[in-house]
Structures are given as C-alpha cells and as structure tokens.
C-alpha cells in the first residue's frame, strides 16, 4: 500500500524530531522548546522588540512572551535588552555572546540532522537540483502564510 505525501512528511518530521530528542539528552542548556525558538528568532532578526516576537507567536499572550525573555535575560544571560532609538520608551531584544555562542551549537547539531536526512534522501545531479527548487518553492509559500497570520494577530 502506498502511504500519502502528506502521511509520508509526517513519519520524516517525526524521526528528526525524536533525533533532535536523542541530540538533545546530554543537553546542558535546560532551554524548552520554545525558548530555543525564540533564540533563533531573534538572532535571524538582528534585535526585536517583544511586540514583533508576539507576532510570530499568534496563540501567546505578549506576558508569556515576556516572562520567557525576562527568564533568557536574567537568568540565562542569552539576551540583552537595549532602548529602541526611534523610540526610546521600547525595548530591543538582542542575542548576547552567550546566546550567539548556544544559538551556534543549536544550528551545528541542525546541521548534522539535515545532513542524516539528505543523505537518507540520496537526491543527487538534475534531482537535486528539483529538490532544492521545491523546497524554495515551500518557503516561500510558508513565508507568505506566516506574514498572512502576523498581520491578521496584529489587528
């Protein structure tokens, strides 16, 4: 019996997920989910303020998003927070050393994930290539349908 696309894309996210949780056992940073997340976040963004992450998080109250970035402040030490300069009364949310350096091991241990999945992929040559164009395809598509739901959680 043949499984579906959509069956097939669920069993892969699944796999990588529970290698991610294998990766993830000897893990001394103690971060969830969540707050690696917004690590990422914030380190693809180059500073944010706690509104702009909301908009990335549509089902979260902004004091929930608060209160994990106070803890990734305060505690963790993993981010800074500065002064807004087009206006003074916000706060930016940056990545400190620290938090460059976790967010560096973060991606070093997605890479070799990735790496386990393209080679159980085995695409290679003009096949490759298709992939590579497809996957384009998919984040764009992605991109477009989460600007759609931040600009809809901002209204």
């Excluded at 997920?17 to 917004?38: C, F, H, M, P, Y």
């Excluded at 981010?79 to 003074?88: A, M, S």
């Amino acid at each position: 019996m043949v499984k579906n696309l959509e069956r097939l894309i669920y069993e892969i996210s699944l796999k990588m997920r529970l290698l991610k949780a294998i990766q993830t056992i000897n893990d001394e940073s103690g971060l969830s989910e969540r707050e690696v997340l917004l690590l990422e976040l914030i380190g693809s963004q180059k500073g944010m303020s706690i509104s702009d992450i909301g908009k990335y998080f549509p089902g979260l109250a902004i004091s929930t998003i608060s209160g994990d970035i106070s803890q990734l402040w305060k505690k963790r030490e993993l981010v800074t927070k500065g002064i807004n300069p087009d206006n003074e009364r916000a706060r930016v949310i940056e990545l400190s050393d620290k938090g460059y350096k976790l967010l560096n091991d973060v991606e070093k241990k997605q890479a070799e994930r990735f790496s386990i999945l393209l080679k159980g992929l085995n695409v290679k040559g003009e096949n490759r290539k298709i992939l590579e164009q497809i996957i384009q395809d998919a984040l764009l598509f992605i991109e477009e349908k989460l600007a759609s739901l931040n600009s809809s959680n901002s209204e």
